[in-house]
């Protein structure tokens, strides 16, 4: 018998394996991202990098870029607008960072609102992951 109360199953993105062997061996996250646009954690990399120089609002649009390549993705691979993105499973990661690096940058540039809104649906998609990339 299935248990009706126990929600969606976890979604799992696909790995790319060139992008992500591409992002380790050093290349540039802009690099990677021209090459592999449906690839979140070259994003992510690139949302990070900018918002460590200081610069929230390019940060803010290479998080949202990835955030909406990642949900495309993710529906793709069955997820239905709620349910756990494991951050254990490592393809979901960049998703995931793109999703942090937007409520930072979102609460840097003065959107609350939207800041709050991608921390709670981190928190979520992933108590690991909010607990990782939050407290981290």
């Keep these: 018998m299935d248990n009706l109360l126990a929600g969606p199953p976890p ?9 992500r062997e591409a992002l ?8 990677v991202a021209a ?3 449906a690839h979140p954690a070259a994003w992510a990399a690139l949302a990070e990098e900018y918002f460590a120089q200081g610069h929230a609002v390019t940060s803010y649009a290479f998080a949202r870029t990835g955030y909406h390549r990642g949900l495309d993705q993710l529906r793709r691979n069955g ?3 709620h349910g ?7 393809p979901n ?9 937007l409520a930072r940058a979102a609460q ?29």
């Design 11 to 19: 979604t799992h993105l696909p790995d790319l394996p060139e992008a």
């Design 108 to 136: 840097a540039i003065g959107e609350k609102d939207e800041a709050e809104r991608c921390l709670q649906f981190l928190k979520d998609s992933t108590e690991t992951g909010y607990e990782a990339l939050t407290k981290g």
């Design 93 to 101: 990661r960049g998703f995931l960072r793109c999703l942090y690096s």
């Design 35 to 37: 090459r592999y646009p």
């Design 79 to 81: 997820w239905k607008g």
């Design 24 to 31: 380790e061996s050093g290349a540039k996250a802009s690099d």
């Design 84 to 90: 756990p993105i494991p951050w254990e499973h490592e």
